[in-house]
């Protein structure tokens, strides 16, 4: 009976009204309820106020709507997940410093790189080269911002606008500047990709990566807050909130089928991410 009830028109009706009325007007008090309603779920500034975890609300009760949201599960995994890319990040820039090479890392859908921020600060130029590419033209300016302001032209980490899928005009540019990653990170943009492009995708990484080089991917396996983010939020792209959740085998193929070898894939607590990383 509670099937049925939950099928019928009447509970459809009333589970929108919670969600699109009421919910959302909660939402919109908060800086990452806002944030996530007014289309920019996906951008890395919405991103980089999770990182901070500092809530902030238009009035004091939509600061603690903020601070609700900042500590939900879905949110957590998150942060856990920058985490644990800056993890995958330093063990390699380690092991590179021991082989005398340079880690040049491309951070495709970069947001503003809080990882590489971290590490920056441990790291000098020396050790690590990276350029970050995003297609939202205010997470660029705050990334760069966060990275020092006009000190970024000298800076070992770069930040610019690009199109993640025209991945031939990036190769283009590395013949030009003789610029070869040797580490590719391609995070949170693929979730809003069909099958098709993400497979695409890995092969022209692949071509673009240095021998012996890594990819670190990351994969949404399922979604702690889904029904929410499906009713309420919107992208950067004006559309509602679409993402793929694949199983990690699935990205394994796909992994080998591009070519790459040594896929090694892991979970996170909650298991909603999957940190995947491959070499080429």
């Given at each position: 009976?509670?099937?049925?009830?939950?099928?019928?028109?009447?509970?459809?009706?009333?589970?929108?009204?919670?969600?699109?009325?009421?919910?959302?007007a909660?939402?919109?008090?908060?800086?990452?309820?806002?944030?996530?309603?007014?289309?920019?779920?996906?951008?890395?500034?919405?991103?980089?106020?999770?990182?901070?975890?500092?809530?902030?609300?238009?009035?004091?009760?939509?600061?603690?709507?903020?601070?609700?949201?900042?500590?939900?599960?879905?949110?957590?995994?998150?942060?856990?997940?920058?985490?644990?890319?800056?993890?995958?990040?330093?063990?390699?820039?380690?092991?590179?410093?021991?082989?005398?090479?340079?880690?040049?890392?491309?951070?495709?859908?970069?947001?503003?790189?809080?990882?590489?921020?971290?590490?920056?600060?441990?790291?000098?130029?020396?050790?690590?080269?990276?350029?970050?590419?995003?297609?939202?033209?205010?997470?660029?300016?705050?990334?760069?911002?966060?990275?020092?302001?006009?000190?970024?032209?000298?800076?070992?980490?770069?930040?610019?606008?690009?199109?993640?899928?025209?991945?031939?005009?990036?190769?283009?540019?590395?013949?030009?500047?003789?610029?070869?990653?040797?580490?590719?990170?391609?995070?949170?943009?693929?979730?809003?990709?069909?099958?098709?492009?993400?497979?695409?995708?890995?092969?022209?990484?692949?071509?673009?990566?240095?021998d012996?080089?890594?990819?670190i991917?990351?994969?949404?396996?399922?979604?702690?807050?889904?029904?929410?983010?499906?009713?309420?939020?919107?992208?950067?792209?004006?559309?509602?909130?679409?993402?793929h959740?694949?199983?990690p085998?699935?990205?394994?193929?796909?992994?080998?089928?591009?070519?790459?070898?040594?896929?090694?894939?892991?979970?996170?607590?909650?298991?909603?991410?999957?940190?995947?990383?491959?070499?080429?």
């Open positions: 009976m509670l099937e049925s009830l939950k099928e019928s028109r009447i509970y459809k009706r009333l589970e929108d009204f919670f969600y699109k009325k009421i919910l959302k909660l939402l919109l008090t908060s800086q990452l309820g806002r944030q996530s309603v007014l289309g920019r779920a996906d951008t890395g500034l919405n991103f980089e106020h999770m990182y901070d975890n500092k809530a902030e609300g238009i009035t004091a009760f939509g600061t603690l709507v903020d601070r609700i949201l900042l500590d939900m599960p879905s949110v957590k995994a998150t942060r856990n997940r920058k985490d644990n890319i800056a993890k995958i990040l330093r063990n390699e820039i380690r092991n590179n410093i021991l082989r005398k090479r340079k880690t040049r890392v491309l951070d495709i859908g970069s947001g503003t790189s809080r990882y590489l921020g971290e590490l920056k600060n441990e790291y000098s130029g020396e050790h690590i080269e990276a350029m970050c590419l995003d297609y939202d033209k205010d997470t660029v300016t705050l990334a760069r911002r966060l990275a020092g302001g006009k000190s970024r032209v000298k800076s070992h980490v770069r930040y610019a606008r690009a199109d993640a899928m025209k991945l031939q005009h990036l190769r283009d540019l590395a013949r030009r500047i003789k610029w070869i990653p040797n580490v590719v990170v391609a995070s949170g943009f693929i979730y809003y990709l069909e099958d098709a492009p993400v497979k695409e995708l890995l092969k022209e990484v692949r071509q673009g990566l240095e012996q080089g890594m990819l991917m990351s994969n949404v396996q399922k979604s702690l807050s889904r029904k929410l983010m499906e009713k309420v939020c919107t992208t950067q792209y004006g559309g509602s909130w679409a993402v959740y694949r199983d085998e699935k990205l394994r193929a796909w992994l080998f089928e591009a070519g790459f070898r040594d896929v090694v894939i892991g979970s996170d607590p909650w298991g909603m991410y999957n940190i995947c990383t491959a070499r080429k």
